[in-house]
């Protein structure tokens, strides 16, 4: 595997504090879920359900009856071009709905083959040996194996009552973070956090750090039309 880290990201990577040994465990995350699997089992074994024999799992927000007909359908019309990494213009179809959609430029849209690789890309950018990452507990694990991989300090903090994310918790767990990350609607508990509440983690991060928010579900949410409106508006 051609290391994936040229000489500006090693030199930035030493200058926030990676070791050798670090360095090397990022180009691993950059590299792939393969060598991720290679290097660090246990987050090879997050990427999977867990579960044994006939058991139903029920922890990751999953649609419990299977794809609809029509998904299949369309699945299976596609599979004849499935020899092309983008077949026609699909890719950038993709990219200039979502941008519309959304009311962002196209530059601001990236898309990867699921949100393993966004997520490391986020990490390896924000968090360091001394800036760390926090998450609430339970949540969506991928991105905690990940900082544990590449050795940025992790902190999870309970969901509230109500099973959002307390963000002012979240905070004070390390207010020297490099990353927040939100998953909302969360999973696999399948609540909302309130968008006052994200504001609120916004405003207040320290300078340097982003709040991520995963959305990843948020189609699925009764709130999606009213949050989406809101977004498109201000």
């Not at 090693?10 to 393969?34: E, I, K, N, Y």
């Not at 993709?94 to 196209?106: F, G, M, W, Y």
């Not at 609540?191 to 207040?204: G, R, S």
């Amino acid at each position: 595997m051609a290391n994936p880290l040229d000489k500006e990201a090693l030199d930035d990577l030493m200058g926030r504090g990676f070791s050798r040994r670090q360095m090397m465990r990022v180009a691993a995350l950059l590299g792939g879920a393969a060598s991720i699997a290679a290097t660090y089992p246990e987050a090879a074994a997050a990427q999977s359900d867990g579960a044994p024999g006939k058991m139903i799992a029920i922890g990751s927000n999953t649609w419990g009856i299977g794809p609809m007909e029509a998904g299949i359908s369309a699945a299976t019309a596609n599979f004849a071009k499935c020899n092309s990494y983008s077949p026609g213009t699909a890719s950038a179809d993709l990219v200039r709905t979502v941008a519309d959609i959304e009311k962002i430029p196209e530059n601001h849209v990236s898309c990867w083959p699921g949100s393993t690789e966004g997520l490391n890309r986020i990490l390896v950018a924000f968090c360091s040996p001394s800036r760390g990452f926090v998450q609430a507990s339970p949540s969506f694990d991928n991105a905690k194996w990940s900082a544990l991989f590449m050795k940025a300090p992790v902190k999870e903090v309970p969901l509230k009552a109500d099973y959002s994310h307390d963000v002012r918790a979240m905070l004070a767990a390390d207010p020297n973070a490099g990353v927040y990350y939100i998953n909302n609607p969360n999973n696999p508990t399948a609540t909302m956090t309130p968008m006052a509440d994200i504001e609120w983690l916004v405003a207040n991060k320290p300078p340097g750090s982003v709040v991520l928010l995963d959305e990843a579900y948020i189609h699925c949410s009764d709130d999606y039309h009213r949050l989406a409106r809101r977004r498109w508006t201000v």
